[in-house]
């Protein structure tokens, strides 16, 4: 089941988001927005440039003088004269359209007239070539161990992770398998915003893995401008989305920085001003996501009441989950024969691993018999794709970097729960037992019907 997107790509925040310079409806305001709405309409983003016109807007309006300012109207028109100009390719794109209508609002709140200069977007400045380090005048809040923990013990360091069929592991260690078809939110904080594309692996097919990725990162005092980072299938981007490599034009920018680890494979983003590290790789097609944030950032959320699909810290929803190891336990049963198709969650195609052969494989990067094991033999059974025992792999290994609990790298019982509850929350109502013959009856139906 794929969810309403429209809901998913606002979740937490209303469309006019309050951030940046100045309070209530903040100029920067609703870029978060259309960036996830770009996220989720992927089919649209290619031939239409409002991304483009977004991010000339904010690099002109980037630090260089109030929302109160003539300059400010002024760059109001060159947004809308860019909005005009890609108007015909961009017919249809709900990330246009917001874009219109929020320029007009912007207009009317400053009393901006439509006939006027327009200015031309001021280039990026980077860093010079070979600057590595953060700058050592860089003002202390840019640094959150020395600033929001000087005099306090050492933050408490979580860890999330979205890899494979896809598999999420939640800032609560909590492990899951979830459908999340379409676009969903990972993260949604007053810090940072994460959302996550998961498309079919095979036609026909329930089995879907990410395929985009769009991180926001958002104006923070003195350390860093807004910047976004997408990345998608066959694009793993070495620097933001306007070019940049690091924080913007502030004092603090270096505290925000994106590295290439092996070109289009792994970039790592390392964000010293909230304590974060995001790792983002291409395995095979598909993207994989992991990040260490402080529980401290992780839980500064405006309203938390509005935070039920905010994966990495709730969970997938009850109706998203699937029960891996229920299917793993009957794959087990039958002898080491090729996975039975009244087990499988996909219609058995030519290109799947026979039960022995997936296991061979995911013992050879896989030899602890965790859930990491485990998902990948789901995800040979399910998808055919040998890529996948390197996608938990390297989500393992994410793990051991990332994760501040050594003695909790390794997990060996998946949780399945209501949504938003605790982890140690019980599914009260129906027996494991009947859980398992429910989900084996469920797959069946494709081969009746």
């Avoid at 999420?168 to 007053?190: E, H, S, Y």
Wanted: aromatic share 8%; with cysteine.
């Amino acid at each position: 089941m794929q969810p309403p997107r429209e809901r998913l790509v606002v979740t937490g925040r209303a469309g006019w988001m309050g951030m940046g310079r100045g309070a209530g409806r903040s100029a920067l305001g609703f870029w978060p927005t259309l960036a996830f709405l770009l996220c989720s309409f992927p089919a649209a983003t290619l031939p239409c440039k409002i991304l483009k016109c977004n991010s000339d807007f904010w690099s002109a309006t980037s630090g260089s003088h109030s929302e109160d300012a003539p300059e400010f109207c002024t760059a109001l028109r060159a947004y809308a004269y860019c909005t005009r100009r890609t108007a015909r390719t961009c017919r249809g794109d709900l990330a246009y359209h917001s874009a219109v209508h929020g320029i007009e609002d912007l207009m009317s709140q400053h009393n901006c007239s439509k006939d006027g200069p327009t200015s031309q977007p001021r280039l990026r400045t980077l860093p010079p070539a070979g600057d590595s380090q953060e700058r050592s005048d860089s003002p202390e809040i840019c640094h959150y161990e020395k600033s929001f923990h000087k005099h306090s013990a050492a933050p408490n360091y979580t860890h999330c992770g979205l890899f494979g069929d896809p598999h999420l592991r939640t800032f609560t260690d909590r492990f899951q398998t979830c459908k999340v078809q379409g676009a969903w939110p990972l993260i949604d904080n007053n810090y940072l915003n994460v959302q996550v594309t998961n498309t079919p692996v095979l036609p026909g097919s329930a089995a879907t893995a990410t395929s985009k990725l769009t991180i926001i990162f958002k104006n923070f005092q003195e350390c860093v401008d807004q910047k976004v980072y997408q990345a998608e299938m066959d694009e793993l981007p070495a620097a933001f989305a306007d070019g940049s490599k690091n924080g913007g034009d502030k004092h603090g920018a270096n505290s925000l920085k994106i590295t290439e680890k092996v070109s289009g494979q792994h970039v790592e983003i390392q964000a010293k001003y909230i304590g974060t590290t995001i790792v983002v790789r291409q395995v095979g097609r598909y993207l994989t996501f992991a990040i260490r944030m402080p529980e401290e950032v992780v839980n500064a959320v405006e309203d938390r009441d509005s935070q039920g699909l905010y994966l990495c810290l709730r969970g997938c929803p009850l109706n998203q989950q699937i029960d891996f190891q229920a299917i793993h336990a009957v794959a087990t049963e039958g002898h080491g024969a090729r996975r039975p198709a009244a087990t499988s969650p996909t219609p058995t195609t030519p290109e799947t691993f026979p039960y022995e052969t997936a296991v061979a494989k995911c013992k050879e990067k896989l030899p602890v018999e965790d859930l990491y094991y485990q998902a990948c033999v789901f995800d040979l059974l399910t998808t055919g794709d040998v890529n996948f025992t390197l996608a938990a792999y390297y989500a393992l290994e994410d793990v051991k970097m990332l994760h501040s609990n050594k003695d909790k790298l390794h997990l060996y019982e998946r949780t399945r729960e209501l949504s938003g509850q605790a982890a140690a929350a019980p599914l009260p109502l129906v027996p494991q037992p009947l859980l398992s013959a429910l989900l084996i009856l469920l797959a069946l139906l494709p081969v009746f019907l």
